[in-house]
């Protein structure tokens, strides 16, 4: 039997908004600071998918600073600075993904959506509004929200409880799909027992396979069709 679509969450860095490149380019300045050299091999194969926390933690463990991947004050301090190059760089730049708004926009008259991303809530509101479809979205799962990041599942369980709220019956998970990018986020969809749709913008297809569907791209995509399939 088909199993019905009911709610759509989706991932915000690399799948709404094409700025994979740009956290890089501010991770790698931050980092630089602190006399720390990331080079994009690196932040592809450790960090991409990690939140802001997640990825400074790791690259300073990994540069041998325990001391200071542990020091909470220090890395709120390092996502403060990258979080204000961030606001001042978007600015300028126009980075939603081609597709996106007007998949968003015909998906949020069919399903209730959120989003669940390791992005902090300012800069996913910020972009969202400049694409005009922050109203597309019922619930915002952020940084904030979560104590852990990708691949843990709580930022997908979260999103789903939050639209299951508002909801005239309970959505079950496996009613839920989720748009992600990255083997982190896959991981953490199908932990949280969803079935998740990949689109190939920061990996290549055979990284992303345990994707229950891929797509090069979200022009045209009209993922309800693929969801309804046995």
Not at 79 to 86: G, Q, S, T
Not at 141 to 161: M, T
Request: glycine share 6%.
């Amino acid at each position: 039997m088909p199993i019905d679509l009911r709610a759509v969450i989706f991932d915000f860095n690399g799948v709404i908004v094409d700025d994979e490149p740009l956290h890089l380019e501010l991770f790698r300045a931050v980092l630089a600071e602190e006399e720390i050299a990331l080079s994009d091999a690196d932040y592809h194969e450790k960090y991409l998918g990690y939140d802001d926390r997640g990825c400074f933690v790791a690259a300073l463990a990994d540069a041998g600073r325990a001391r200071e991947s542990s020091d909470e004050a220090f890395i709120a301090d390092l996502i403060e600075r990258k979080a204000a190059l961030y606001r001042a760089a978007i600015k300028d730049r126009y980075l939603l993904f081609p597709g996106v708004i007007e998949l968003v926009r015909r998906l949020a008259g069919k399903f209730p959506m959120a989003i669940a991303s390791g992005a902090l809530r300012g800069e996913i509101e910020m972009v969202l509004e400049r694409g005009g479809i922050r109203d597309c979205f019922q619930a915002i799962v952020a940084s904030e929200d979560v104590s852990a990041c990708k691949p843990d599942p709580e930022g997908y369980i979260k999103a789903l409880a939050a639209l299951t709220a508002n909801a005239s019956a309970p959505v079950q998970p496996g009613e839920c799909l989720v748009i992600e990018d990255s083997i982190a986020g896959i991981e953490a969809a199908k932990r949280a027992g969803m079935r998740c749709l990949a689109v190939t913008n920061s990996y290549k297809a055979e990284e992303l396979k345990q994707a229950d569907w891929i797509v090069a791209n979200l022009i045209d995509c009209e993922p309800e069709s693929l969801f309804t399939t046995p």
